[in-house]
């Protein structure tokens, strides 16, 4: 292991310890082996020193220059063909401008990897086209007619109740967090695996030990990550089994629950890194974020059918279709819900107006996760039936106040945070949490 200056690092050395930025933050795991994105965003968090292997691990996917996508030397078949497909996934975006150059750099070193490793283009495996051929189209649809019609959404579960009341009373201790969770087993064993997932021991060891490694009580974690914490953490994963199947299969579950944990790994990151809102609050509304089109799915698959189609001929992003066919998009109806169940008006607003910064007064908590919902549309993280990424709206990246290089610093730990997570929710990688 050797001290290294960061202007003296190269691609393809790996990381002898964790990497913080000056703040204390976790930037990069030990073990890492630095490709030209790593090291910008070094030099981007100016640090100094990093403690590096003491030889440099021979990597070919590392990118040979900021910029160029990894290992397309001699298949310039494979960057073109990468280059056309990523190309038209960013068909909205403005890709001169931040925070689009980056992610569309970033998401096309992965088509690359992706081509190159397993011949299959990102975002395109696993759907279902069928809905192409059927026909409609009805008119407008009212949300409350929607939600009326779904008898599981009518009322929210018992638990989340028992949690409102936690997160109602500002006084609420360890105690109250961890009764009001332990009486639903199933429940208690997923918060446990989720704030065991390396997130939180990743964290413990920055803390140099400061936790035991393992998390193994309700009490322990709420000592961990903090009573109103795990109560938001509950929340979003005790609703989570009422949107666990859409009758008609047009979008794949396994990656719609993927680009949702994807959006809530990247609302987290942003959260810790902007301070814009608590982070486990970021990470609930990222989950929760698109569960509007669960339901549009379920209960109009027609209009859905029609808002898709009108998406492919159109080249617009599905949210801006479904508005067209239905009357609202799937962040309202989402937000509508919450609301209904009387969910926290930051959490409801978060959802509500992630495709719609215009409307809030204030942007900066919708901000979040609209900027994350652009990352894991753009990493090609799962997927939600929208095949062309969202424009990033100036507003939301002003909100955010990040430069790209520190966004591309983000997204591996980002990725780190989904894999968990993701491990956490799907033990046996099978069925929706
Ligand atoms: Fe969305
Ligand atoms: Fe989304």
Redesign the pocket.
Known sequence: MVRRAVNELSPGMVLAEDVLTPGGRFLMPRGTVLDAGHLKSLLAWNLAVVQVAGETSPCPDAPAAAGQPASSEGRPDVLEAAEAAVRERFACCALAESPCDVLFRLALDREVRRRLAEGVPVGEGGEDRSWRTVESVPGHLSMDALLRDEPQLVSPPEVYLRISEVLGNPASTVEDAAESIKHDPSLAAKLLRLVNSSYYARTMRAMRGRFPAKVDSLSRAVTVVGARQLATLALGVSVLPLFQDIPQNWVNMRLFWE?SVG?AAAAQALAEATGLVNPETAFVAGLL??IGRIIAFKQAPAHMAAAMRRAEAEGCPLHLAEREVLGFDHAALGGHLLQKWQFPANLEKMVRYHHDLEEPFIVDEPAVIHLA?VV??AMGWGG?G?RRIPAADPAAWAALGLTGEALAGLVPDMEERLAATMRSFFPDHQGPP
């Open positions: 680009h959006c974020h698109d919902d894991a549309t939600s929208n």
